[in-house]
């Protein structure tokens, strides 16, 4: 299963200024990028936000939800919700 890889942004405390979840993410999931493109003028700081742009790529070791600050980054996948960060789920015995 994929995981669901969520980021506030209103959270965020700014890629440019921050940028942990950029840093401590091992499969290199996260992309920042800005929100709007203005033609011949420079895009503010401000304007940038974070994206789980290779989500597929995730292993969910959430060291992203470790190293955010601003607590703006959740990782989850169905049935691991209560999870502590750091555990592993074991794969389902097949029957």
């Known amino acids: 299963m994929l995981p669901v890889i969520t980021v506030d942004n209103e959270k965020c405390i700014g890629p440019l200024d921050c940028g942990n979840c950029l840093r401590t993410c091992p499969m290199m999931v996260f992309i920042t990028g800005p929100t709007k493109i203005w033609k011949f003028r420079e895009t503010d700081r ?11 790529q995730c292993i969910t070791c959430r060291k ?12 989850s996948v169905a049935g691991m919700a209560d999870a502590p960060a750091g555990d592993s789920m074991e794969a389902p015995s097949p029957e």
Request: aromatic letters at 18%; proline letters at 4%; a negative charge.
């Open 46 to 56: 401000k304007d940038y936000q974070v994206y789980a742009r290779y989500y597929d």
């Open 64 to 75: 992203c939800e470790e190293g955010c600050p601003g607590e703006a980054i959740t990782v």
